[in-house]
C-alpha cells in the first residue's frame, strides 16, 4: 500500500510531519460515518462502473474494484473491519483496505473524484431511506390516531383555549387535529425528495473534472433523479440537511404538544385520560406515584431536535464556499435528529395504544363553564332577528345571571331565561345540551359528528 514514511493516509504525501495525535482522535469522523458504509460502497460500485463504460478504468480493474468493494461489505456487516481512527473517516477507511484486499490497481477508486462529493453522495442516500423510514413511522401514527378517533366521535369533552373551557367539542375532533399535523409532516418529509435526488457524484473537490465521466449513467444506477447543476454549489450546499432538521423539529413540535396535553389531562386535577401502567413510572420515594415520564421524555426531546438544527444553522451561516471540516459535523446532527425523531414517534405509537378516555369526566367537565354560551348567542340570532353583538351582550347577563345562582346554564328555569331576554322560548333548552351544542357546528371542518364520520373516511381513502 501506498504510504509515506510517518504511516500517514495516501493523500497525505505532502506532509512531512506526524500529525497532531490529539486532532487525529477529535477530527476524525469514522465513529459516526461508518454509519454510511453501505451506502459508501453503493456509490463506489456505481463510480467505477460508470468509470469503466466511459474507459477511463479497464474491465480487469473495474472488477477487481468491485470484488473488493463487496467483501469489505461482508466485513463490516460481520463487524470483522478494523476501522481506523487514523483513517479519519468511512471513506478513506473502506479505500485503505481495498489497497489491502487487491493492492496498488485499488488507487484507480478515486479517478474523477473527491471525499468532498463523496461525502453528501453517501448522506443524500441514506438520507432518502431514514426519510422513508420516518414517512412510515408517521403512518403508524396516523392510523393509530384514526382508530382512536373512530371509537370516541361522541365523546363530549371541553375544548379549551387559553386552557380555560371554551366551547364543547367531540374528542375524536381534538385528536383528528394531530392527523392534520403529521399529514402535513409526511408532505414536509416527501417535499425533501426533491433536494435529495439530485445526484452530487462527479463534482470532485469543486470544479468538475477533466475526464469524460457521465453522471447522468451514476444519477440512474444511484436512484436519483438528475445531476446537481453546479460543482461549487453542489460540493458547499447543506440545505438538504437543513431541511430534514428543520422537518424534524417541526414534527417534534407536534408530538411535544400533544405530550404536553396528555400530560395535562391525565394529571389528577383533570383526569380526562387515564395512562396504562405500561407508560408510567414510579417514583423513588412516592410509594403512591405513577408518573407520565414517556410523555415528559417526548415533550422534552423537541429541544434537542432544535439544538440540531440551530447547530447546523450557525455552521452554515458565513460560512465560505466550498468544502470545509466545519461541514464534518452534519451527519453527527443529521443521525442524533434521526435517532431520536424514530424513537419519540416510536414511543408515541406505544402512547396512543395505551391511553383511554375517561367519557364521564370529560362530560362532567365539559358541562362547566358555561360552554354553551356561544350556542345561546347564536341561537338569539338566528331565531330572534339580533346582531351577533346584541345577542352577546345578553348572553352574558344570563350567564352572570347563573353564575350568581351557581347554575349551569342548562338547569335555568324558562322563566329565568325569560326576565333577562322576553323572546326567548322552549326551544332555548336543547341549544344548551352539550351533545347538540357540538352537532350543531356542521361548517366545514367543524367538530359535528357527521363532519368527524366524513373526515375519517377521506383519511381511510388516503
Ligand atoms: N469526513 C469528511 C466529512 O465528513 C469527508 C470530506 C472530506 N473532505 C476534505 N476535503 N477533507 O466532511
Redesign the pocket.
Known amino acids: 500500500m501506498t504510504k509515506n514514511k510517518n504511516n500517514q493516509a495516501i493523500w497525505n504525501s505532502r506532509i512531512k510531519k506526524k500529525g497532531s495525535v490529539l486532532f487525529q482522535k477529535v477530527g476524525s469522523?469514522i465513529s459516526i460515518?461508518k454509519r454510511l458504509y453501505k451506502e459508501d460502497i453503493k456509490a463506489s460500485i456505481a463510480h467505477v462502473e460508470m468509470l469503466f463504460k466511459q474507459k477511463i478504468i479497464s474491465f480487469k480493474i473495474k472488477n477487481k474494484i468491485v470484488y473488493g468493494l463487496g467483501k469489505i461489505e461482508k466485513e463490516i456487516y460481520k463487524k470483522k473491519f478494523d476501522f481506523k481512527n487514523k483513517y479519519?473517516?468511512?471513506?478513506m477507511n473502506i479505500e485503505k483496505r481495498l489497497f489491502q484486499i487487491i493492492g496498488e490497481e485499488a488507487g484507480y477508486i478515486h479517478t474523477a473524484r473527491?471525499?468532498?462529493d463523496?461525502?453528501i453522495t453517501d448522506l443524500k442516500l441514506w438520507m432518502k431511506s431514514a426519510t422513508k423510514e420516518v414517512v412510515l413511522n408517521l403512518d403508524k401514527i396516523i392510523k393509530s390516531t384514526i382508530k382512536i378517533s373512530e371509537r370516541n366521535i361522541e365523546t363530549i369533552m371541553p375544548g379549551f383555549t387559553h386552557l380555560r373551557n371554551a366551547q364543547a367539542i367531540s374528542f375524536a375532533h381534538y385528536l383528528l387535529s394531530y392527523v392534520e399535523m403529521f399529514q402535513r409532516d409526511k408532505k414536509r418529509f416527501e417535499n425533501n425528495f426533491y433536494n435529495l435526488n439530485e445526484n452530487p457524484l462527479g463534482v470532485a473537490?469543486l470544479t468538475g473534472t477533466s475526464f469524460n465521466i457521465d453522471r447522468n449513467y451514476t444519477t440512474k444506477k444511484l436512484g436519483f433523479k438528475s445531476p446537481t447543476n453546479n460543482s461549487v454549489d453542489t460540493v458547499s450546499d447543506r440545505d438538504f440537511v437543513l431541511d430534514f432538521l428543520y422537518s424534524t423539529s417541526v414534527c417534534s413540535i407536534h408530538i411535544s404538544r400533544i405530550a404536553e396535553e396528555l400530560i395535562i389531562w391525565s394529571s389528577d386535577n383533570f383526569e380526562l385520560i387515564h395512562l396504562s401502567d405500561k407508560i408510567v413510572t414510579g417514583s423513588s420515594i412516592m410509594p403512591q406515584k405513577k408518573n407520565p415520564d414517556l410523555l415528559e421524555y417526548l415533550r422534552g426531546k423537541s429541544g434537542s431536535l432544535f439544538g440540531n438544527l440551530f447547530s447546523m444553522l450557525t455552521i452554515l451561516k458565513g460560512l465560505p464556499l466550498s468544502?470545509f471540516?466545519d461541514?464534518?459535523d452534519?451527519?453527527e446532527l443529521v443521525f442524533k435528529s434521526y435517532d431520536n425523531l424514530i424513537s419519540c414517534l416510536k414511543i408515541f405509537n406505544e402512547i396512543l395504544n395505551n391511553i383511554s378516555p375517561n367519557k364521564k369526566k370529560m362530560y362532567e367537565l365539559a358541562n362547566n363553564g358555561f360552554v354553551t354560551a356561544t350556542d345561546l348567542a347564536d341561537h338569539l340570532v338566528k331565531n330572534h332577528s339580533m346582531s351577533f353583538r346584541k345577542a352577546y351582550q345578553k348572553t352574558s347577563e344570563i350567564v352572570n345571571f347563573a353564575e350568581s345562582k351557581k347554575k349551569r346554564l342548562d338547569e335555568l328555569k324558562i322563566e329565568e331565561l325569560k326576565k333577562i331576554e322576553p323572546k326567548l322560548n322552549m326551544d332555548v333548552i336543547k341549544v344548551l345540551n352539550l351533545k347538540n351544542s357540538v352537532n350543531s357546528k356542521k361548517s366545514y371542518g367543524g367538530t359535528s359528528f357527521e363532519n368527524i364520520k366524513r373526515m375519517i373516511m377521506k383519511y381511510k381513502k388516503l
Open positions: 469522523s460515518d479519519e473517516d468511512i471513506h473527491s471525499r468532498n463523496q461525502v473537490a468544502y471540516k461541514l464534518q452534519d451527519k
